[in-house]
T-cell receptor, first 109, second 112 residues
Framework: RKEVEQDPGPFNVPEGATVAFNCTYSNSASQSFFWYRQDCRKEPKLLMSVYSSGNEDGRFTAQLNRASQYISLLIRDSKLSDSATYLCVVNRGSYIPTFGRGTSLIVHP | DAGITQSPRHKVTETGTPVTLRCHQTENHRYMYWYRQDPGHGLRLIHYSYGVKDTDKGEVSDGYSVSRSKTEDFLLTLESATSSQTSVYFC???????????FGPGTRLLVL
């Protein structure tokens, strides 16, 4: 089993839709979690950290489920500009984070 | 913007030639990383550094070497480039407080 797994997608949704991605991780000792966004031919950029109690940033909500070892990202009211690849990142407390391979989102008019 | 630049941004080279990629940061971060990204593989760690002259291997280090003689610069060298090293190379730094990584804009390398 891969250490961090994501559904590659693509998730194809209309503007205004709500879409959710999950990311599972295998190491129960994982300590910190993040979502990154990567646009085509660009570098990954930090979207948000994921806190144990869940956190929200505008239309984006991130949640952590330690019991089932997954994190989620919910995007409400999708915009065309949300089209990107979303990378899940898990840190075991070492200095080497583990990246998922990403989930592709396509928002269409 | 974490003040990370990479040079060159694009490079075309021939098999067997040496290539050096440079990562430069302006904010004195201790940890620096080199990744490659290829379709179907995601980001893979090549080497990382935890201080001046302190480096270690990642999961795909064969064929690559690194050097860090100054805090601000982390160099990645392909001693003898091969076509399998055609890729996009990203440098990253790690911030201490939140353990987050920030990436440079990337270098697109084509080995013919």
């Amino acid at each position: 089993r891969k250490e961090v797994e994501q559904d590659p997608g693509p998730f194809n949704v209309p503007e205004g839709a709500t879409v959710a991605f999950n990311c599972t991780y295998s190491n129960s000792a994982s300590q910190s979690f993040f979502w990154y966004r990567q646009d085509c031919r660009k570098e990954p950029k930090l979207l948000m950290s994921v806190y144990s109690s869940g956190n929200e940033d505008g239309r984006f909500t991130a949640q952590l489920n330690r019991a089932s070892q997954y994190i989620s990202l919910l995007i409400r009211d999708s915009k065309l500009s949300d089209s990107a690849t979303y990378l899940c990142v898990v840190n075991r407390g070492s200095y080497i984070p583990t990246f998922g391979r990403g989930t592709s989102l396509i928002v269409h008019p | 913007d974490a003040g990370i630049t990479q040079s060159p941004r694009h490079k075309v080279t021939e098999t067997g030639t040496p290539v050096t990629l440079r990562c430069h940061q302006t904010e004195n971060h201790r940890y620096m990383y080199w990744y490659r990204q290829d379709p179907g593989h995601g980001l893979r760690l090549i080497h990382y550094s935890y201080g001046v002259k302190d480096t270690d291997k990642g999961e795909v280090s064969d064929g690559y070497s690194v050097s860090r003689s100054k805090t601000e610069d982390f160099l990645l060298t392909l001693e003898s480039a091969t076509s399998s090293q055609t890729s996009v190379y990203f440098c990253a730094i790690r911030t201490g407080e939140q353990e987050t990584q920030y990436f440079g804009p990337g270098t697109r390398l084509l080995v013919l």
